[in-house]
C-alpha cells in the first residue's frame, strides 16, 4: 500500500522576499487581501498553516489610498481609551486626513490575518507602511509589484 506524505515547510527552510507596493489611488480593501496573502505566505506552492513563510511588504502612498462608495463618510473606527465611558470613534476619511493615516490600512490587513494568535502578531511585524513615496529599505533591493495595473477593480473609477 503506497503512503504519501505532504511536504511541511520548517522554519529554517523559509526564503523571504521583500517587495514594495505603491497604494496611490488603490482600493483598500483589494490592497488589504493582497498584503494579507504575501504575509501569511499563501501564494507560495510550499504554503504551511502555522509556519512564518510570507514576505516583507513595503506600502508607500498609504495616505492616498481610496474607498469605494460612501465607506469614507459612513465608515467608522472604534477605539477604547481604556476609561469609563471611553469610546472614542472616528470615520474613514477624518482617519486619512489626520495624524496617522497609515491607521487605516494596518487595521484592514490585521483583521483579515488570523485572530490573536502569536503568529499573526509576528506577521504583522513585517508590514511596514510608509505616508511620502520613499522608503528607508532600498538595501534589501525589493521586488516593486505594480498593484495598481493588475486589475482595473484596483483602482476606483471616478
Same mark, same amino acid.
Request: glycine share 8%.
Given at each position: 500500500?503506497?503512503?504519501?506524505?505532504?511536504?511541511?515547510?520548517?522554519?529554517?527552510?523559509?526564503?523571504?522576499?521583500?517587495?514594495?507596493?505603491?497604494?496611490?489611488?488603490?482600493?483598500?480593501?483589494?490592497?488589504?487581501?493582497?498584503?494579507?496573502?504575501?504575509?501569511?505566505?499563501?501564494? $507560495?506552492?510550499?504554503?504551511?498553516?502555522?509556519?512564518?513563510?510570507?514576505?516583507?511588504?513595503?506600502?508607500?502612498?498609504?495616505?492616498?489610498?481610496?474607498?469605494?462608495?460612501?465607506?469614507?463618510? %459612513?465608515?467608522?473606527?472604534?477605539?477604547?481609551?481604556?476609561? /469609563?465611558?471611553?469610546?472614542?470613534?472616528?470615520?474613514?476619511?477624518?482617519?486619512?486626513?489626520?495624524?496617522?493615516?497609515?491607521?487605516?490600512?494596518?487595521? +484592514?490587513?490585521?483583521?483579515?490575518?488570523?485572530?490573536?494568535? /502569536?503568529?499573526? $502578531?509576528?506577521?504583522?511585524? %513585517?508590514?511596514?507602511?510608509?505616508?511620502? +513615496?520613499?522608503?528607508? %529599505?532600498?538595501?534589501?533591493?525589493?521586488?516593486?509589484?505594480?498593484?495598481?495595473?493588475?486589475? /482595473?477593480?484596483?483602482? $476606483?473609477?471616478?
Amino acid at each position: 500500500m503506497l503512503k504519501t506524505t505532504t511536504a511541511s515547510l520548517k522554519p529554517a527552510e523559509v526564503e523571504k522576499k521583500w517587495i514594495h507596493i505603491d497604494a496611490e489611488g488603490v482600493v483598500v480593501g483589494r490592497l488589504a487581501t493582497f498584503i494579507a496573502n504575501r504575509l501569511r505566505g499563501k501564494h $507560495r506552492g510550499d504554503y504551511t498553516p502555522h509556519v512564518d513563510c510570507g514576505d516583507y511588504v513595503i506600502v508607500t502612498n498609504v495616505d492616498k489610498v481610496v474607498f469605494t462608495g460612501n465607506k469614507l463618510t %459612513h465608515k467608522v473606527y472604534y477605539r477604547h481609551t481604556g476609561h /469609563p465611558g471611553g469610546v472614542k470613534e472616528v470615520t474613514a476619511g477624518k482617519q486619512l486626513n489626520g495624524r496617522f493615516p497609515e491607521r487605516v490600512l494596518e487595521k +484592514a490587513v490585521e483583521r483579515m490575518l488570523p485572530k490573536e494568535s /502569536p503568529l499573526a $502578531r509576528k506577521q504583522m511585524t %513585517h508590514l511596514r507602511l510608509y505616508t511620502g +513615496a520613499s522608503h528607508p %529599505h532600498e538595501a534589501q533591493s525589493p521586488e516593486t509589484i505594480d498593484f495598481k495595473s493588475a486589475s /482595473p477593480k484596483n483602482t $476606483r473609477s471616478v
